[in-house]
């Protein structure tokens, strides 16, 4: 199995509407590491654009026609070779991407950018120790660097070491990278995600759940995996109120919304009320049902009257929410700091 970040897409907006999922902006933040070189800011616009418009060339295809034109103009220009490999990369011509990166490393040996780039097309093609090579030529010599702490392709690098670890059940060896990783960034859901798989493999039921439940907290929305994870781990502790409450935002997510509906509903009069009535009204405002969304939030002040998401939304919801706006998920049930009503 090969774990890739970004591959949760539910938790849709509705049909017409222009906001970004919680998700995809981690997507695109994380992407831009690679292609840093190219801007952020231009590479998810030419991502989202690419994915969702298809008349004519693409934009990628039209921006990669540029970038080799550029290289052709000035073959030793590193950043030109950087763009063009990324334009590849996203072009999906993985040969001629990692031929870039090759001449790239060739010229300058150990540039970050090259082997990050040149590691993710090698995990794309199942290649996962020889991308491990190139992530650990980042981390090598790195870990008590200056600015180790805050480094965020130091980080992606060991990210991406505890992905390959955690695929090829290397259960020590991913809890060390995913450590290093989180120790530069604790708030990265993706690294907290595979810390959950690789305790989970480690026969570490609740430590798995506390790094699902901590990662759901950072990505609340159009990020499937986690919530389904943390049914997988509730059911393993016969915490079945836990199980079932993540179950349905695990369906919610995949867009079964009345499945959803119906398992949290079971849920209202239980340990797990205020989080499956926080769950419900969720499920209405995405649904731009205003009013059962005010009455679920009511709801849980009956249970809960100081409960915070409860008060903000009711407010936003009465001045008028706007296109864009999303309500905060409710607590992923299971953790050791999340049981029982938020």
Sequence with gaps: MQILKGKGDGMKPKPGTT??????????????????????????TVYYKDQYVSAGPSMIERQTTSAETAVK????D?????TL??????NKRSSDALNQYDIILTAVKGNRFALLGQGSVLIAQGKLTAAAASYKQITAGNAKGEFAGADPQLQEAYYNLGSIAVQQHRTTDALFE???????DPQDSDSLYLMGLAQAQAGKTQLAIDAFSKAVTFVPTGW???YTQLALANTKLKRAPEATYNTGLADFCHNKTADAK???TTLIKGPQAVNAMLGL???AETDSSHAEAVTWYKKVLTVDGTNAVAIAAIKQLATGPTPSSTSPAPKAAGSSTTQGPS
Aim: net charge positive; charged share 15%; aromatic share 4%.
């Design 85 to 90: 490999a990324a334009d590849y990369q996203l």
């Design 262 to 264: 119906a398992k949290l």
């Design 78 to 82: 590193i950043n030109a070779r950087l």
């Design 73 to 76: 103009n000035a073959p030793n």
């Design 281 to 283: 009204a969720m499920i």
């Design 224 to 226: 499937c995996e986690p």
């Design 178 to 184: 995913l450590q290093a990783a989180l120790g530069i």
């Design 19 to 44: 906001s970004l999922s919680d998700r995809r902006v981690t997507l695109l933040l994380r992407l831009g590491v690679l292609v840093l070189i190219v801007g952020v800011g231009a590479f998810g």
